[in-house]
Structure formats: structure tokens, C-alpha cells
């Protein structure tokens, strides 16, 4: 589905707002097809990313090049790239069918055409006989569809979306994850979406960007970046983590909790300090003689599909998925195979780790 | 309920008040009589005088053209300029804010003897032109402020939306943000042509060849007011009347329709 | 191609206040600059005397007088005003909203032409006057006085203290009056505890749009004082229009703005949620 | 169509203002009230100029403004005092009689009046005398001195001028001295004894043109009055008379001039000359009443009008009066005096 050809391309972009560093010497490309996700928390600088491949901020530092020409100075408004905006930017003085046919008036298509791709747009999300509605009479869920199809009209190479879902309750989001996933891959068109959502990232991506302070902690396949965190900050942001403070005897044996443990980690020199990463759902709950670790259950809550625990090993309280519940106060052992022990080395300033 | 009828009392007390002297002069404007001490019976006959009285003629030409012109450009120069000072960083913002919120705290003497100091210092004649410099200035921060609360509560992507969508700065001004703040400026607008229509202070030193109706009258209560002037207020005030209820119903209707629309 | 420059859209379109910011530096900045130039000049030499001029008695007379005269107005305005928008805002009253208008309609009217109608109204040989004949009463001066100028002063600015207390009654959450009243307050209570509270931005707002044009007038004393009452406005008019001496009048000028800005910051600090209830 | 409109409308409101300074033009600042309507009409009928008319209330208000713009104005009406002002400021023209042949006609001893000896600065315009315009239905004993106005009998019934030189003099007169007086005793004694008679509520109020239209309806006993604004009341109200007391007053002429730097300084010449004119003249003294310099008017006038005392006072009262004169630095301790006497309470 995706092809290997640079459509976007970030070099050694720097901005700078009131002399703070938003975003630093970043290096990116996105895939012609592909679905890319800008992931972190706020203020990492994946909003002022997207919005620099729109074209409304120009970077302080560094080139943004599309299909391989430098566009740093096209303003958006010759930019063959569409936005979804956080809170969908709909004109509130204009109905939904003008809303979407906006960009095509502009574009003076022709007002046939124009009445053909809108109701192409409102079949294709769902709101055929919604046209003279007004953009505030809609409901969040309707709005959202109007801002994608307003977006989508005017056939972007690349549709730009921040924080689309941001705005919805939990189910219409979950449905409208999908449903976007399924329109890029009908549409063929690259998605590069914005979020702080890692179960979204994770959900509907082709790559995964995570980023912190302006920097690129790492970049990957939604599986690469789950089962292989580069450093404990992405670990720790993709899905829940215990992270430990340990010491890489040698290769694949690694000290934590005064205990030495085997582990498939290679090349982290002898006798370095490491961060540990261990995921609850891969530490086993066994009986107190028989694990690597003795502890304490401190509580236990029943989370739907598994429960989650607090067990004190005494060096470090772990946090445990299991589905079966052990009570507040019972003595357990806990263990974990070598494979599941990811070896990381300390975090140390943000752009330090991934460069 | 006793208490709900003394409230009525004193709403109706409080109204006989202000309406006291409007409707002695709407009175006067009938009687046929030259002066006020004689009623001299019914007729139209200062109606008739008003619209050939070239003094008055003029002023209301004055008045009205003056605040016409002023509005207009104080509403494009406001406008933009509320514009430009939402968009500015937070430093100059303030710097602007302060320069514009110094004419609405100025007492109108004062900017009016400090303009008068201008106009003399700049050797411009003061008439027509400069009474229409004055009324510029004094109006715009009108427009200012009735313009920024749209700017400040519309979506701030809205722009950004229009240029994604193809449209140039200028369009994307004119097609999108001008529709979304036209209400303010309406507003403003409508506030600074008020605030013309009914200046004094600031006419009367920037002025001195030209007299609005405000000018006029002032003049006019120095040495004897013509019975033509009380039905000008007639008028006056029956157009305002006419004109607000207008508005008023016009509000009611829309609101109407919007619920029936929603 | 058109290429952009700079830092985004940001820095251009500050430039559209450019216009304005030079027509301000014209129209208001330097006007002031020449004001105050003349404030501490005599004869283009810089000096205080403009300053200690106003020291001698009867020009600190004059300033009190106008203080005095506009505290008085201000006060009869909140007594009769307050009592007006409580009731026009009050929910049980139909068409509230077109009751507020009719309080707006006088207002539209030039502020002297409604000036000269009172002096018709008031003037020895004027309706009132006739009246007290008529019934006997005999001729009273009512006209030329202290309390003329008052009068005219409260007439003018008296919506200017209902409106404000008004709006902010008329948005103020009624809920929780009906809460207060829930939990036991009786009417007056409510009153103290609630209403007053709640609209006190109002009342603030109300007091400097009446206290402010109040001192600084100067037609109303002329027009119903008979130019026997000379207001700090007068002053300043007089200064510039008959004596001539620009420097004084500049000076008295920025004395009256410090007035105004002082009384402002005080009023302002006076409210406890710093938001003024608008007129519109 | 609504575009349309709304753009004619702009252009018309553009068009005209700027229309008004195309045309032939002359600024014209005088008196209020002092005029015939229809003199300013024949003028411009007669020659083509429009008359952009302006007024001033007392000749301070006036000086004001002349000297803040003297450009802005190509015919004033000063006072004698003030256009000795004018002189001493540099601030008159030098009239071109060649221009104005109809000056011919004024009398001839107002040729070179003392305030403007070589008479190149002024032509005269009218002159008159101040005194007590007083009600007889009012007022039964005998007026003949200004002491009547501080007589508390009178309480809020007297109308005195806002203006600062003739209510100085008459309080100046009152008290023996000259109406140029100067000295700070003077002046001193002169602020007690005004606000000693506005204290006394005698006074109604200081005001000027409003005055003669309230002595016409009854307003007020007595009043303050130039000698024209009296006779002009006095045709209105047969009630109302008019005396020049006996401790003596002030004569004075207003003069008609021409500022440095006026911009239309030939159609200033020709609208004094117009009204010098004596048809014109006539027009103007059977509208405005007061007295007219011109010789050519006053020999067109009825024996009753030549006897009327208000208009044309007897030598004996002309001789009990003096001139305004300049006081030159000392008007500051007159405006001290006088804002004290307007500001007691």
C-alpha cells in the first residue's frame, strides 16, 4: 500500500517562538499512501510540525520540501496539502453545503461540478441531506464529518488532521477512528495525523512519530514502537510501564532489586547504569516461593477484561495486569522471561537519545 | 401584588421624567403662537419653516454627513485595526489597547481643546474638515471595541481554514473573517455614528466655520430658540422612536425564526 | 511565485493597524503632547507656575464645586437609578426588554435640545412656574440656581446609572436568588445577601459613567447656571476660548485627566470583578 | 442598485464640503446678532461671493480665536479696545480705501478714532453706548444711576453681561473711577462690590444675548445692555427703557478690519465697502438698532428715529462716557477678578 516515495520531507527543521525552542533540528519524511502519526504530549511540538507542512508557521531553521521542492516559503494557500482543525474551523456563516464547496468556489470549479464532488463528499461521510443545515446546528460528531469533507473535496496530496477526535465522547471516537483509517486506505491519500491519544496512534497508523520537547524520540511501525521503546519516555508514553533503575552487568545480564537477571539485550557495555522497562501484562503473578522477585499486594482492581495490581517488592512498586486477582495483603512472587525485559539506556536530555 | 403596583408607579414616575421635557417640546412644536407664553392654537406651520430655514438646513446637512463620513471611515480604520492589534504579540497589543482606550477616558473637553490646539498649531482652518478629523478619532476606538470580543471569541483557525482551503490573505479576509465580525462591526458602527450624531464638545472647539445641529442649537438656547428647532426635535424624536421600534420587532421576528429554524 | 517573508501571517497583519496607530500618534498622541507642552511652559520656557496658578482659592473652589456638584448627582442618580433596574429587571415584569428601551429612547435625543427643553420648563415664565401661579403657589426661582444645574445634571446622566445596573441584574443568575430563598432568606434578605452583591459591577460602572461627564461639564452649568455657577469644565472652556491663557487651560487639562484616570483606578479597584456592565 | 445608490451618496457627501471652497469666498466673523440676514443675501446676490458667516459673543471670545488663526478670518468686528489690541499685536491688515469708497460716508469724527489714530486699520461699523434697560412695570422710582443694580429690592430681577470689561466698568463706574481703571485697589474694592451683589441673589444670571429676548418677555427688572440691543427690545415691549446713568458709562465703536494673512483680502474690502454703503446701511439699523457712523444712512432717517435717545445719545451723555482702552498685561488681573466674581458663591 505504501509506497517508498519521499511526498514530504522535514531537513533539520529548528523553530523558534519568543526564543523558545519549539521544535529542534527535526528530520522527517512521510510516504507517499501513508497514514503517519504525530505522537506526544502537549506542548512536544507535533501540532507546530503539522502546521508547517500547512504552511501557516515558517520554520526559524531547515527546509520543508514536497515531492522534493523546497515549499518553506509557499504560503497554505498554494500548498496541495488540506487541514482538519482541532475544533473542525467550520464557517459559521455558511451552511454545510457552502462549507465543503468553499475551497472549490475559490478554486472557481465550476458550479456543476462543484454541486457533484460536495455530494460526492456528503455521501462519502455520511451526510447527504444535510446541506443547508447550519454548521452550528450540527452535532460534533456531524461537524467533524463536514470538516473532513470540506478537507477531502479539494483532493489533497496529503490531509492534515490535528487532534481531529480530540472534541468527541468515547464511543463516537472509536468509531470515527475507524472510519477515517478505512477512508484514507479507500482514498489512497496520506494521512499525517496529530495526537496525544497513543491507543489512536496505535489503533489506526501506518508510522508512529512520538515526540517530546520538540525532539523525535522515535520513529516506527505502531508494533516496533510498543514492543521495542527506544528510551523509558516512549516506553513509558506507549501503553502502561514499570520502569526501574538497574545496572547492565554484561550483555544479557542486567542488576535490579539486588537481583540478577537473564535478559536478550546485547551492547550496553559492562556494568552501565540502564533504565528497565518492565510491561504489566508481562510480569507473571506465581506463588511467593516460586518467583524471581517476592512482594506484598497492595491493591487490586478489577479493570474490565484483566486486574490490575500494586505489588511492593520492596524495591519498587509494580504495577501487574493478571487475570486472575489476587486480595489486598496476600504474600505473591512475581517473575518475568528474559525476552520481556526491555534494556534502555537512561534518558537523558530530550534530543539526546533519539538522534 | 401592592408591591408589584408601586413598582409599576415608580417605573411610570421615573418615565414622566425623562419624557417631561420631550413631550413639552413635541407640544410647542404645534402651537401657532411664536412664543412659548401664548398658545397661539394648532398648526403645522414651524414644520413648514423648519425645511426652509437655511441655518437649520445646513447644520443637519452638517451633522449628518459628518457622522456619515466618520462612521465609515472609523468603522474601515477600526475594523483593521482591530484586525492588525488581535494579531499583534502581547507587548504592542497592550501598547495599542492603552492609545485606544485614552479618547473613551479622555473628558470630551479636554480631547477637545487638545485637538483645537492641533488643528491651530497645524494651521488647518477648522471647519468641516477638521470636524470630521475629530469625529474620526473619537469614533474609532468605538469600532475597535465592538469589533476585538468577535475577533477574540471567533475560532482563531477559521483564517487558517480559508487559507488551507485556497484562499488568499485577502480573500480569506473578505470571505471569511469580515463575515464572522461583520455583527461588531455593525455595532461599532452604530455606536459611532450616535456618538457623531449627538457631539457637541468636541464640534464645538474643532469647528468654528462649520456648525452641526448640536453647534446650532447651543447658539441657539444663548440667545432665542426659534419654535422651528421644536419641531426638529419632533422629528428627531419620532425617528428614533420609529427606528428602534423597528429594530426591536425586527429582533423579535428573527428570534422567531431561528427557533423555528433550530 | 509569491514568497512570504518574516515570521507567518502574525507580523503581517499587525501591519493593518498601522493606519490607526499613525492616525492615533496624530489624532491623539500629539494633541496631548502639545497639552502638556503648554501645561509646563509660559512663553515657550518651562516652568510650574501653570501648577501652583491653581493653588489659589478660587480655582481649588471651582474644583470642589464640581466634585461637590457632581458627587450630589451621582448619589441622586444611584438612589433613583437602582431602584429602576431592580424593578425593570425584574423577571415578573412582562416585556422587560421593551420597558429598558423606552429608558434608551430619551437618551438618542440630542443632549441639548432635552437641556433646553427643561429650561422652558423651569424658567420664570416657564410651565412650572405658570403653574404655581395658576394654583396660587406664586413664581419661584427655579431657573439660574445650584439646584437647576443639579437638576439638568441628573436629568442627563440619569439612564447612564440605570442601564449598566440593569444589564448586569438582568444577566446575573437568578437562580440563585430562588437558592437564597430556598435556604430561608426573606426578601430583604435576599436582597443584602444576594442581589446587592451580585450587582455591584454594575452600580461601579454606573457610578463613573454619571460621576465622570458630571464633573467635567461645562454646558449645563452655562445653560441652566445663568454663568453664575462656574464648573471645573467652565474653566477650562473659559481659559482656552475667552481669556486666552492656553498655558493654564492645558495645565488644568491634565489636571482633570489625572482626576478622571485617579478616579477611575479607584472605581475599578472598588469592583470585585473587575468587569464593567456594558451599556449595549 | 443598492451599491449604486450608497456610492452617489459618498460622492455627494465628498463633493459637497470641498464645493464650498471652489467659489469665491469671504470668512466673515462677527457679533452674534448683528446683522440683517438680508444685507449677507444682496451681497452675495450683488457680487457673486459667497459669505461664510461665523459669530462670537464678546470681543475676548473673538481676540481668542484671531489670534490663534488669524488666516481664518478675512473680516472681523473688534471692538475699539480690541483693535487697538490687534494693532499693538501686529495682527491687522492696512485697509486699502481705494477699495472701500463708500468709507466716505462716515462721519467725520470717527475718521481717526484714537484707538486707531491714522484710521488704516478700521472702518467704523456702529457705535453705542452701555446702560440699564429696565422694565417700568417693574421698576417704579427713577433710574438713573448703577446703584440701582445692587438695590436688594431687586433680588434675583437683574441681568448682568458675561463680560468681563463692561461688568468691571460698570462696577468701576460705580465706585468713582474710570472704566480703564487699573490699579489693584480698585480692582479689589470692584470684585468685593460684584460678589457682594451676586451674593445678595440680586443677580439672575451673566449672560449676553440671551438677555434682551428674557427683558422683552418679563423676566427680569433690570439689565446691563448695549444701547442697541436695548432699542431693539424696546420696540418689542413697550414696557422697557433705557438710560445711561449719571456716574457715567462707556461709548464704544466696533470696527470693521481686515487680519494679516486674511485669504481673500479684495472681497474682505468689498464687503466692508458694502457696508458702508447707506441703502445697506439702513438695512442693517432698522434690523440691529444701533447706531450707524454713517453720515449718508443718518440723513435718510425720520426726525422721531434722529430724536430717539437710546440710538443717537445727546452730547450730554456722550460726555459722561469713555472709551475702552487697552489694558494691555493687566487684563490677567481682570480675568482674576472676574473668574472670582463668576465662581462665588
Not at chain 4, 194 to 200: N, V
Not at chain 4, 320 to 344: G, P
Request: with cysteine.
Amino acid at each position: 500500500m505504501v509506497e517508498d516515495f519521499h511526498l514530504i520531507e522535514l531537513e533539520n527543521v529548528t523553530k523558534v517562538f519568543d526564543g523558545v525552542n519549539a521544535l529542534s533540528r527535526i528530520n522527517l519524511y512521510i510516504r507517499r499512501r501513508e497514514f503517519v502519526t504525530l505522537l506526544g504530549p502537549s506542548g512536544c511540538g507535533k501540532s507546530t510540525t503539522l502546521r508547517l507542512i500547512g504552511g501557516f508557521e515558517t520554520p526559524t531553521e531547515g527546509r520543508v520540501l514536497f515531492e522534493g521542492a523546497d515549499i518553506t516559503n509557499v504560503p497554505p494557500y498554494r500548498r496541495r496539502v488540506n487541514t482538519v482543525f482541532q475544533k473542525y474551523a467550520l464557517f459559521p456563516h455558511l451552511n454545510v453545503f457552502d462549507n465543503i464547496a468553499f475551497g472549490l468556489k475559490i478554486a472557481k470549479v465550476s458550479r456543476a461540478d462543484i454541486k457533484r464532488r460536495v455530494g460526492a463528499m456528503l455521501e462519502l461521510v455520511g451526510l447527504v441531506g444535510y446541506e443547508k443545515r447550519s454548521a452550528d446546528a450540527l452535532s460534533g460528531g456531524q461537524q467533524q464529518r463536514v470538516a473532513i469533507a470540506r478537507a477531502l473535496v479539494n483532493e489533497p496530496e496529503v490531509l492534515l488532521l490535528d487532534e481531529p477526535l480530540g472534541a468527541l465522547d468515547l464511543r463516537l471516537r472509536k468509531d470515527m477512528q475507524l472510519e477515517l483509517k478505512n477512508m484514507q486506505q479507500r482514498l489512497g491519500i496520506t494521512f499525517l495525523y496529530v495526537t496525544h491519544d497513543q491507543e489512536e496512534a496505535l489503533t489506526m497508523s501506518d508510522t508512529i512519530v512520538v515526540m517530546r520537547d520538540g525532539c523525535i524520540q522515535q520513529i516506527g511501525t505502531p508494533k516496533s514502537i510498543y514492543d521495542e521503546p527506544k528510551n523509558a519516555f516512549v516506553a513509558d508514553f506507549i501503553g502502561e510501564s514499570n520502569i526501574l533503575d538497574a545496572t547492565m552487568i554484561k550483555d544479557e545480564r542486567v542488576l535490579f532489586c539486588e537481583r540478577e537477571f537473564a535478559c536478550v539485550d546485547r551492547g550496553f557495555g559492562e556494568m552501565n547504569p540502564v533504565d528497565v522497562v518492565l510491561r504489566p501484562e508481562d510480569i507473571q503473578v506465581v506463588a511467593p516461593d516460586q518467583g524471581q522477585l517476592a512482594g506484598v499486594v497492595r491493591s487490586a482492581l478489577f479493570k474490565g477484561v484483566h486486574y490490575e495490581m500494586i505489588i511492593d517488592v520492596g524495591c519498587a512498586l509494580l504495577k501487574v495486569h493478571s487475570t486472575v486477582m489476587q486480595p489486598e495483603g496476600a504474600q505473591v512472587g512475581v517473575s518475568v522471561v528474559p525476552f520481556n525485559i526491555h534494556i534502555m539506556r537512561k534518558y537523558a536530555a530530550p534530543c539526546g537519545g533519539a538522534a | 401584588m401592592v408591591m408589584k403596583r408601586l413598582r409599576w408607579v415608580y417605573i411610570a414616575l421615573v418615565l414622566v421624567f425623562l419624557y417631561a421635557p420631550i413631550v413639552v417640546l413635541i407640544a410647542y412644536s404645534f402651537n401657532a403662537s411664536e412664543t412659548r407664553a401664548v398658545w397661539g392654537g394648532l398648526s403645522l406651520r414651524w414644520y413648514a419653516e423648519l425645511f426652509r430655514d437655511k441655518g437649520i438646513m445646513d447644520a443637519l446637512y452638517v451633522t449628518v454627513s459628518v457622522a456619515l463620513l466618520a462612521t465609515m471611515a472609523a468603522t474601515v480604520l477600526g475594523t483593521l485595526a482591530a484586525i492588525g492589534i488581535h494579531s499583534m504579540r502581547s507587548g504592542m497589543r497592550a501598547v495599542f489597547m492603552n492609545v485606544t482606550n485614552l479618547p473613551m477616558l479622555t473628558p470630551d473637553i479636554v480631547t477637545g481643546v487638545s485637538l483645537m490646539a492641533l488643528f491651530i498649531f497645524a494651521k488647518l482652518p477648522r471647519g468641516y474638515g477638521t470636524m470630521l478629523l475629530a469625529h474620526i478619532t473619537f469614533d474609532t476606538p468605538y469600532v475597535i471595541f465592538s469589533v476585538l470580543p468577535r475577533l477574540k471569541r471567533m475560532n482563531k483557525h477559521l483564517y487558517e481554514a480559508a487559507l488551507d482551503l485556497g484562499a488568499t490573505p485577502s480573500r480569506a479576509l473578505v470571505r471569511v473573517i469580515l463575515p464572522e465580525i461583520s455583527p461588531g462591526m455593525v455595532t461599532g458602527a452604530l455606536l459611532a455614528f450616535t456618538m457623531s450624531l449627538d457631539d457637541f464638545v468636541i464640534s464645538y472647539f474643532t469647528s468654528v466655520r462649520t456648525a452641526n445641529l448640536s453647534v446650532l442649537i447651543y447658539s441657539m438656547t444663548r440667545r432665542k430658540v426659534p419654535p422651528t428647532i421644536n419641531a426638529l426635535s419632533a422629528i428627531m424624536f419620532v425617528t428614533v422612536l420609529s427606528l428602534l421600534l423597528l429594530v426591536n420587532r425586527r429582533d423579535a421576528r428573527s428570534d422567531k425564526s431561528k427557533l423555528k429554524g433550530a | 511565485m509569491s514568497v512570504r517573508r518574516g515570521n507567518g501571517p502574525g507580523l503581517r497583519r499587525s501591519m493593518f493597524a498601522a493606519p490607526y496607530g499613525l492616525w492615533m500618534l496624530i489624532f491623539t498622541m500629539a494633541p496631548i503632547f502639545i497639552i502638556v507642552f503648554y501645561a509646563f511652559t509660559i512663553g515657550g520656557k518651562p516652568t510650574l507656575e501653570n501648577f501652583k496658578l491653581f493653588l489659589e482659592p478660587e480655582f481649588v473652589g471651582i474644583l470642589t464645586f464640581s466634585l461637590w456638584l457632581a458627587f450630589l448627582c451621582t448619589v441622586i442618580c444611584l438612589v433613583f437609578g437602582y431602584p429602576t433596574a431592580l424593578f425593570l429587571a425584574s423577571r415578573d415584569l412582562k416585556r422587560s426588554a421593551m420597558m429598558a428601551v423606552l429608558f434608551v429612547i430619551p437618551m438618542w435625543m440630542n443632549f441639548l435640545l432635552r437641556t433646553y427643553a427643561w429650561m422652558s420648563l423651569l424658567e420664570d415664565t416657564g410651565l412650572i412656574n405658570r403653574f404655581l401661579t395658576f394654583i396660587g403657589v406664586g413664581r419661584k426661582k427655579l431657573m439660574y440656581t445650584e439646584n437647576a444645574v443639579l437638576f439638568g445634571l441628573v436629568y442627563n446622566f440619569l439612564p447612564f446609572m440605570i442601564f449598566p445596573i440593569y444589564s448586569v441584574l438582568k444577566r446575573s443568575d437568578l437562580h440563585l436568588e430562588e437558592a437564597a430563598q430556598d435556604l430561608g432568606a426573606n426578601g430583604w434578605q435576599v436582597f443584602l445577601k444576594v442581589t446587592l452583591p451580585l450587582s455591584l459591577p454594575g452600580v461601579v460602572s454606573g457610578v463613573s459613567m454619571v460621576f465622570m461627564p458630571a464633573v467635567t461639564t461645562f454646558v449645563i452649568p452655562r445653560l441652566l447656571g445663568g454663568g453664575s455657577f462656574m464648573m471645573f469644565g467652565d474653566l477650562i472652556e473659559n481659559q482656552f476660548l475667552t481669556t486666552g491663557d492656553w498655558n493654564f487651560g492645558s495645565a488644568l487639562s491634565l489636571i482633570m485627566m489625572a482626576l478622571i484616570l485617579i478616579s477611575l483606578g479607584f472605581l475599578n479597584n472598588a469592583n470585585p470583578e473587575g468587569e464593567e456592565g456594558a451599556l449595549w | 442598485m443598492k451599491k449604486n445608490i450608497a456610492f452617489m451618496l459618498i460622492a455627494l457627501l465628498l463633493c459637497a464640503p470641498a464645493a464650498s471652497y471652489a467659489a469665491q469666498e469671504v470668512n466673515v466673523y462677527n457679533w452674534e446678532d448683528y446683522i440683517a440676514d438680508d444685507v449677507l443675501a444682496l451681497f452675495e446676490q450683488e457680487t457673486g461671493i459667497r459669505v461664510n458667516y461665523m459669530r462670537f459673543t464678546t470681543n475676548e471670545d473673538m481676540l481668542v480665536q484671531v489670534r490663534a488663526d488669524p488666516t481664518n478670518y478675512d473680516v472681523i468686528f473688534p471692538s475699539d479696545y480690541i483693535i487697538e489690541r490687534l494693532i499693538s499685536e501686529d495682527l491687522l491688515d492696512t485697509l486699502d480705501y481705494e477699495n472701500i469708497p463708500n468709507a466716505a460716508n462716515l462721519m467725520d469724527w470717527l475718521k481717526a478714532p484714537s484707538y486707531d489714530p491714522a484710521g488704516e486699520h478700521s472702518v467704523p461699523y456702529m457705535w453705542g453706548t452701555v446702560g440699564i434697560l429696565y422694565n417700568t412695570s417693574m421698576v417704579s422710582e427713577p433710574v438713573d444711576s448703577w446703584a440701582v443694580l445692587w438695590d436688594t429690592a431687586y433680588e434675583n430681577n437683574v441681568f448682568m453681561m458675561d463680560s468681563i470689561r463692561d461688568t468691571i466698568g460698570v462696577a468701576m463706574k460705580l465706585l468713582g473711577y474710570s472704566i480703564n481703571e487699573r490699579s489693584q485697589e480698585a480692582l479689589d474694592l470692584v470684585k468685593d462690590k460684584l460678589i457682594e451683589q451676586k451674593r445678595a441673589g440680586i443677580v439672575k444670571a451673566y449672560q449676553v444675548d440671551e438677555t434682551k429676548d428674557k427683558m422683552i418677555a418679563g423676566e427680569a427688572a433690570l439689565a446691563v445692555m448695549w444701547s442697541g440691543d436695548a432699542a431693539y427690545a424696546m420696540s418689542y415691549n413697550e414696557d422697557l427703557a433705557y438710560v445711561v446713568p449719571k456716574e457715567g458709562s462707556n461709548v464704544w465703536v466696533d470696527g470693521m478690519c481686515i487680519p494679516k494673512g486674511a485669504r481673500n483680502k479684495e472681497n474682505a474690502e468689498r464687503f466692508i465697502d458694502f457696508l458702508c454703503r447707506p441703502d445697506i446701511a439702513l438695512i442693517n439699523f432698522e434690523e440691529i438698532w444701533y447706531s450707524t457712523p454713517n453720515a449718508g444712512t443718518v440723513a435718510m432717517l425720520d426726525e422721531e428715529t434722529l430724536a430717539d435717545e437710546t440710538i443717537f445719545p445727546t452730547d450730554e451723555t456722550i460726555a459722561r462716557c469713555e472709551f475702552f482702552k487697552d489694558i494691555a498685561a493687566d487684563i490677567q488681573r481682570y480675568n482674576r477678578v472676574w473668574l472670582a466674581v463668576k465662581s462665588a458663591r
